[in-house]
Antibody
Framework: QVQLVQSGAEVKKPGASVKVSCKASGYSLVAYYIHWVRQAPGQGLEWMGWINPNSGITTYAQKFQGRVTMTRDTSIDTAYMELSRLASDDTAMYYC????????????????WGQGTLVTVSS | DIVVTQSPDSLAVSLGERATINCKSSQSVLYNSNNKNYLAWYQQKPGQPPKLLIYWASTRESGVPDRFSGSGSGTDFTLTISRLQAEDVAVYYCQQYYSTPFTFGGGTKVGIK
């Protein structure tokens, strides 16, 4: 079964960092780009950036530049998103999602989403 | 950044009737070199991740019922649910992927009248 499986919920204190994992199952991680999108409670969707797992090249939204790092470990088909200097407004569900580079490279829609990882930032 | 605006914020439609959601981008998302509109539609049900419905503004994703259709070009787009079913109750988002940061509309909540 083709799916993206994310790590479990996290609770962090302000100023800390969080690292969320996203494991590709049923397909090879390097075949698709991985995007990260977050959703604050009761709010809309916010795109954070993408990584090309094949090359490691990343593109981040300006808003998160300097605070987000997207990486991957191709040996275990897993992508990671690390967000540093957390604040209360970083409390959100974080989703990984994939896009097909054969259709549109990194500038692409997301055709498969992970189940989400809830990150709560609270003192 | 491209601003994407959806309307209405919510709507209630009788079962079997048509639901129409509008999406407007602050600049054209039509890429002239390939004549494609970089616009997608997603459906999100409570407690679930978004699900891709439509891409390239009007191409239905595999497995999506044909009562869902997308139309429009340039800056103005529409998602139509031709005959609303109970399982279509959800929030619907449009997204532009023409330029980074990819941006989403604020969402339209569709319910049953």
């Amino acid at each position: 079964q083709v799916q993206l499986v994310q790590s479990g919920a996290e609770v962090k204190k302000p100023g800390a960092s969080v690292k969320v994992s996203c494991k590709a199952s049923g397909y090879s991680l390097v075949a698709y780009y991985i995007h990260w999108v977050r959703q604050a409670p009761g709010q809309g969707l916010e795109w954070m950036g993408w990584i090309n797992p094949n090359s490691g090249i990343t593109t981040y939204a300006q808003k998160f530049q300097g605070r987000v790092t997207m990486t991957r470990d191709t040996s275990i088909d897993t992508a990671y998103m690390e967000l540093s200097r957390l604040a209360s407004d970083d409390t959100a569900m974080y989703y990984c999602a994939r896009s097909d580079p054969a259709d549109c490279g990194g500038d692409c829609y997301e055709d498969l989403w992970g189940q989400g990882t809830l990150v709560t930032v609270s003192s | 950044d491209i601003v994407v605006t959806q309307s209405p914020d919510s709507l209630a439609v009788s079962l079997g009737e048509r639901a129409t959601i509008n999406c407007k981008s602050s600049q054209s998302v039509l890429y002239n070199s390939n004549n494609k509109n970089y616009l997608a539609w997603y459906q999100q049900k409570p407690g679930q991740p978004p699900k891709l419905l439509i891409y390239w503004a009007s191409t239905r994703e595999s497995g999506v019922p044909d009562r869902f259709s997308g139309s429009g070009s340039g800056t103005d787009f529409t998602l139509t649910i031709s005959r609303l079913q109970a399982e279509d109750v959800a929030v619907y988002y449009c997204q532009q992927y023409y330029s980074t940061p990819f941006t989403f509309g604020g969402g339209t909540k569709v319910g049953i009248k």
